[in-house]
């Protein structure tokens, strides 16, 4: 056997040949990873540089060979797609982070002079109550349906009009409804992104009352007079419209504090967003813009919307040269085969009740299809985009002089079925797919389908006089059987297609950040509950009133 000394000895020249090799490949790890962290610094630097080099046109670009001049231009058309992609992303997630900022509790912050809504706030929107909530509601149908009737009354007003003005050209005799839906191509572009910066309530004043009802007061008498009441009503119910936007509530709540305290360093985080007249043209007001040309979702959202909701308000023109040229009614009974519409718009808010209902007991099953978004809205779609064709084909063709009036009148029930539920199902799954963007999205849809509604109209007439009922309906028929198939590649495509979305990408990576966070929060904040000391108390209680 060894002396203890040297086995003592031995065990120190192996321990420090051990320590040694172990600090050596230390020293290579840390090394090797400096290497990685400086190669993907340089990347990153690269990327940004490509992102953000727009590819202006150099003179040498115009005496190089014809051979190079193709790659050239694919090169600068990525840089371009690049620098899109990039824009998006950075907007997606200042938005959200601008979201959690007005929705983590106040606990989790850094800062308690930063306000955000604690748990359970009443003043929190989603946390109002049920009475509350049905009263924004109402305001909202009200006002819908005081612009609803500011754009359709013309329609019954057509003969006077022409005599009034002794107008003989048709195509002016549409204006009055083109028009109306010209402030609909522009407010919404406009106020729908403002709306997420500045909140909901201020924005909607102004447009309510159409300065044209004194001028239909005298043509078309009790109907506008209904119409006037109407929208003296909403106007009403508008200044008690509660604000709904968090970030603005909590923006409002900041002010208060600051003058009630004289303390200059609470603010909301809505407070902190850029807001110069560069940010809100180059950003805010050109979101939906942006959302029309490079979201596949929304660009096609807008086209099957668009042409639904043209043929919707080509109906006015329509309708007239049916019942009144085919079947003789009178300017005063034209408009009633109008209500089959609106018995079929009843229906489809009962289909629609239904499908929710169904959809709920299923999440709380936790049943598998209820997580996929496309699974959740667009079944509603489905189901009314052949429906819409059929109403087509049902008013082209028995729109006969041998066929009794109630058969094409009847045709408006499924007609107005099937356009609310495509409404209804494609407007929830682009709100579901681009959370805090909603409002940008849909005022794209808005805008583009308010195009097509203001346009088609104008040929309405020339086209069922030179195609006749049976074969311009047909020919509308034909065109939403091609977009009915929209929501069923969605069904199929939509999860790639969000997956290579750089709205949506933002989106989900700062939802499951922010859900990993709460998460943490709400562990942190059950393992404390049992702390009461004073300072405890004292600190939670002005974070509470922050």
């Known amino acids: ?39 993907k610094d340089q990347q990153r630097d690269d990327a940004t540089l490509r992102a953000s080099s ?10 190089q060979h014809e051979a190079e001049s193709k790659p050239a ?42 306000l955000s809504f604690p748990h359970g706030d009443p003043e929190n929107p989603y946390n109002w109550s049920t009475g509350r909530k049905i009263f924004v509601l109402f305001v909202g149908i009200v006002s819908v349906t005081n612009s609803t009737l500011g754009s359709s009354l013309p329609s019954g007003a057509i003969e006077y ?12 005799l549409v204006l ?20 997420e910066t500045y909140g909901r309530r201020e924005v909607p004043f102004g447009g309510d009352i159409d300065p044209k009802l004194k001028l239909k007061l005298k043509l078309i008498g009790v109907h506008v007079r209904s119409a006037l009441i109407i929208a003296a009503i909403s106007l009403i119910f508008l200044f008690f419209m509660p604000e709904t936007y ?40 050109t979101r939906p813009i942006r959302m029309v040309l490079f979201e596949a979702i929304v660009l096609f959202t807008c086209v099957y919307l668009s042409i639904a909701y043209a043929i919707f308000y080509l109906y006015f023109e329509a309708y007239p040269l049916v019942f009144q040229g085919l079947y003789r009614f009178n300017s005063g009974t034209a408009g009633l085969p109008f209500l089959a519409i609106g018995v079929g718009s009843f229906l489809a808010t009962g289909i629609f009740m239904y499908w929710d209902g169904y959809l709920m007991r299923a999440k709380k099953t936790n049943a598998p299809w209820t997580m996929v978004e496309e699974y959740r809205r667009l079944p509603l779609a489905c189901f009314g985009g052949p429906l819409f064709v059929v109403a087509l084909f049902w008013l082209g063709w028995t729109a006969k002089s041998d066929i ?16 609310l539920l495509v409404f209804m199902a494609l407007l929830n799954y682009i709100t579901d797919a681009y959370e805090v963007f909603a409002a940008s999205a849909m005022a794209a849809t808005s805008a583009c389908r308010s195009i097509f509604g203001a346009i088609l109209p104008l040929a309405a007439r020339p086209m069922y006089n030179t195609l006749g009922v049976a074969w311009a309906s047909s020919l509308l028929g034909f065109i939403s059987l091609g977009m009915c198939a929209i929501p069923f590649a969605f069904i199929k495509y939509g999860d790639r297609i969000r997956a290579n979305s750089k709205f949506c990408q933002e989106l989900r990576a700062k939802k499951e950040e922010y859900a990993k966070e709460r998460d943490q929060h709400e562990s942190l904040s059950s393992l404390q509950e049992g702390d009461v000391s004073p300072a405890n108390v004292q600190q939670h209680g002005m974070k509470d009133e922050v």
């Open 1 to 39: 056997m060894l002396p203890l000394t040297e086995v003592q000895e031995l065990l120190s020249d192996s321990s420090s040949k051990i320590e040694d090799s172990v600090s050596a490949t230390e020293e290579k790890l840390r090394s090797t990873r400096e290497e990685m962290e400086s190669l």
């Open 54 to 63: 727009i590819g202006d046109d150099d003179e040498d670009t115009h005496q």
């Open 73 to 114: 231009l694919r090169h600068n058309q990525d840089k371009d797609h690049s620098m899109i992609a990039q824009f998006d992303a950075t907007d997606a997630q200042q938005r959200y982070q601008l979201e959690k900022e007005d929705n983590v509790a106040p606990g989790s912050r850094k800062s308690p002079r930063m």
């Open 161 to 172: 009009l022409a005599v009034y003005w002794n107008i003989e050209s048709q195509a002016q």
């Open 176 to 195: 009055p409804i083109s028009l109306f839906l010209v402030g609909y191509i522009f407010g919404p572009i406009i106020f729908a992104p403002l709306s």
């Open 246 to 285: 968090g970030p603005a509530i909590l923006k409002r709540r900041a002010r208060k504090m600051r003058d009630e305290t004289g303390d200059p360093d609470i603010f909301a985080p809505i407070e902190l967003e850029k807001k110069g007249a560069r940010h809100l043209i180059t950003v805010t007001l």
């Open 404 to 419: 009794p009036w109630i058969v094409p009148t009847l045709s408006g029930i499924p007609f107005g079925i099937a356009f």
